[in-house]
Structure formats: C-alpha cells, structure tokens
C-alpha cells in the first residue's frame, strides 16, 4: 500500500510537471494577450512546474535508504511546501488585475499577502520543531500534531480568492465566473483533504487541476478575442465594399442632371432636389451597421429611380408589387440592384424597360425581387465595365456576412433579368 501510495504521488507530480509546461508553453505564444496577464500566466506555471518538480524530488528521496539524504528531504519538502502556496497568491494577483480600478479590488491581495506571510513563518518554525512536521533518521515523514494549522493559510488565500470572485461576479462572464470560481474552490477543498490524507499530494493534485482550468480560461479569451477581430475585419470589409459603391452612384446622379439641365431647368431643380434627398439616405445607409427595415431601404431606391425617371422618363417604367413590409436587411442592398438594371436594361435604342419590385414571404423567409424585360444581364460575362459586377459581388457579400441572406441573377420570366433577393426569416434587426 505505501509503494502505491508512492507511485501515485509520484504520477500526479509528472502531472503537475506536464500541466505546467503545456499552459507556459501556451502563454508564450499567446498574441492576443497583454503584457501584464501573459506575465502572470508565464509566472503561474513556472510555479507549477517547480512545485511539481520538488514534489517528484521528494517523492523520489523519501523511498530511498536514508543514508545521507535526510537533509536533502527535508530541503527538498521545504521547496515543495513553500511553492504550493505561490499558486493560490498568484492567482490572487491575477483577479485584482483582471478587476483593476473596481472599488476595493485591492484589499484582496494585501489579506493574501499576509496570510502567505503567516504561512511562510510557520513553514520556517516547521524547520526547528516536530509540530507541524518533520523527517526521522529512517528518512520517513511524519506529521506533527500541529500539521493541520500549517495549511490554514493556504485555505484562507483561496478563500480570499473565492470571496473577490463573488463578489465581482457582475463583471464576469458566465465561462469565466465558473472558471475562476471552480479554481478558488479546488485549492480550498485540496487544503481540507490534505488535512486528512498524507500520503497523497492532494494539494498538488489541485494545482494541476487549477492549471488546467487556467489554460482553458486563455483558450476560451484567445477564441473569443479572434473572433472579435475576425468579425470587426469583416465589417471594415464590407465597409470599404459599400464605400467603393458611392462614386459610382454620384457619378451616374450628376450625369443624369447634366442631360437636363440645359434643356429643363425647373426639372433639373426637381431632380437636385430628388437627388439631395437620395445622398441624404444614401450616407445614412453607408454609415449604418447590421440592419434596416426594409421600408428603409425602398424609399431610399424610390429616391433614386426618381432622378433616374427624369432621365428616362418615356423609357423606364416602374412597377411596385409590395405585399410584405416587416423585415430586416442589410443596408444598401436593394437599390444597387434596381441601379444595376437600369443601367443595363435602358437603352434609347430598344424598347422602354419596364421595371418590378415585388416582395413575398414563405416559412423560409422573406423574397425581393427585382425584375426587368431589358436585353438581359448575364453575371458571368466578362463586361468592359466591372462596376456593375463589383456592386453585385458586394452586395451578395454583404448578404451572406450580415444575414446569411442569398442574391440569384437569373433570366427573366419574360425575358431580361430577375435578381432575388432572399431573407432568412429567423433574421433579428438587431443583428
């Protein structure tokens, strides 16, 4: 039984050891970290391993003949003893950083400091008395009658820690709450077992268990950090896409002023008027992130197609078949559609384009459509001017990032083209 008892203090110190060089090795490559928390984690483990170390030192040399190694046991038990206190103070430093400038989040690691002081005064009287422990000539530990007053202050340091973590848990999340909860418990309960069991590390043991929980806390905060800068570089994506939109659409507005403006000034003055209103709508949108109401979105391309209509007006013809209102969808969506058809769809030298924007819903989500019986617009080919593909790649982009929605060119019913535009119908605005 004492041979098992052995190896099995020896095996949770290798894991200890093992523990400790996987989490520093972790934290050394950590880039999403500051300075100041990579420190403490580099910290913390070094701790884990030397206490792991020591502790697979003396369990090592109290199996051994005692022949001239009851000092280096009692060295070696002193080292393991004194380091299995500096991963509970540890992490008490590490949640005063993580609750810095929060109102009494100081007095935390002053009460642990002096209860690792208290500790290590008792650790040091242990090495001129047999109270609390010691090593005979046969080099066997035994343990003192006051063995259990020793590892008081290690339970109150973690229970120092569990105090702070309660009573912060406002500002924790629910992962992290229940991480560092779960490591301010473990040692406390570790305290009490050790209490009881002597031929086991169960503090050590604990330890191990902490590292462990502390590795996980860094992989869930490097996760959660990469995904925040994946999502902020996908929404600076798209707004850059939707930035790349608006010369265009200026560009085309004044060219349609200028056609007017010699031959029918009071119409030119309507449609500045118009196009005011469009550019008003239209850097409201740029500038907008997840969500509009469609409503929205119409009446900011029912502004455009009114400065277009004075272009056009015997050769675009707009039809609306609007049979559903409430719901959501990515900004600046429908109108580069509807701009896209009228530039490839209206042509002097053909037959007027007539135009329809009709919505529907079904139990998937929500359809727009966008049809037109132009000479048709095939996504595919290759086109002299890629401003109208580059408007359609944003807009399916924006699409699939924002809502998961879909953009399908297709051919006409009729003839000419038949964009759709699909909504999931689980989209919250608030996305």
Not at 281 to 290: D, I, K, P, R, S
């Amino acid at each position: 039984m004492t041979i098992f008892m052995a190896i099995f203090g020896i095996a949770i110190s290798v894991c200890g050891i093992v523990m400790g060089i996987t989490g520093l090795t972790f934290s050394l490559f950590m880039h999403r970290t500051s300075a100041r928390f990579k420190r403490f984690f580099k910290y913390y483990y070094i701790a884990l391993i030397l206490y792991g170390a020591f502790g697979l030192t003396t369990g090592i040399l109290l199996g051994l003949p005692p022949e001239g190694l009851r000092l280096f046991s009692m060295g070696a038990l002193f080292l393991e003893y004194l380091l299995s206190s500096v991963t509970p103070l540890l992490f008490t430093l590490f949640l005063v950083t993580h609750f810095k400038n929060e109102e009494k989040s100081e007095l935390y690691l002053p009460i642990s400091i002096g209860l690792w002081s208290a500790y290590v005064l008792l650790l040091a009287m242990a090495q001129f008395t047999i109270l609390f422990y010691s090593v005979d000539s046969n080099n066997h530990f035994d343990r003192g009658a006051l063995y259990p007053a020793l590892l008081v202050p290690i339970l109150l340091i973690s229970l120092v820690n569990f105090i702070a973590v309660i009573n912060k848990k406002k500002l924790l999340s629910g992962k992290e709450l229940w991480i560092f909860a779960c490591s301010s418990l473990i040692p406390i309960a570790c305290a009490g077992l050790q209490m009881i069991y002597e031929h086991i590390p169960v503090i050590l043991l604990g330890s191990a268990l902490c590292g462990y929980l502390m590795l996980l806390y860094q992989i869930q905060d490097q996760k959660e950090k990469f995904e925040k800068e994946t999502e902020k570089v996908a929404r600076q994506q798209i707004s850059i896409m939707t930035l790349q939109m608006r010369p265009h659409f200026i560009f085309n507005t004044l060219t349609s002023i200028y056609y007017i403006i010699g031959s029918d000034p009071a119409k030119a003055q309507d449609t500045i008027e118009n196009f005011t209103s469009y550019l008003r709508q239209n850097f409201t949108l740029v500038a907008q992130e997840g969500l509009i109401d469609f409503d929205q979105e119409l009446e900011h391309t029912k502004a455009y197609l009114a400065v277009e209509k004075v272009r056009y007006e015997k050769l675009l013809f707009v039809d609306y078949d609007i049979t559903c209102h409430s719901f959501a969808l990515p900004p600046l969506t429908l109108q580069p559609i509807v701009e896209n058809a009228v530039k490839h769809g209206v042509d002097p030298e053909l037959n007027p384009m007539h135009l329809l924007i009709k919505t529907f819903k079904n139990p998937r989500g929500y359809y727009i459509v966008v049809e037109d019986n132009g000479p048709g617009y095939d996504e595919s080919a290759p086109s002299t001017d890629q401003k109208g593909h580059i408007g359609l790649k944003n807009v399916r982009y924006r699409l699939g990032s924002i809502c998961n929605g879909t953009l399908t060119i297709a051919k006409g019913d009729q003839g000419g083209t038949k964009a759709t535009i699909f909504i999931p119908a689980n989209i919250d605005k608030a996305n």
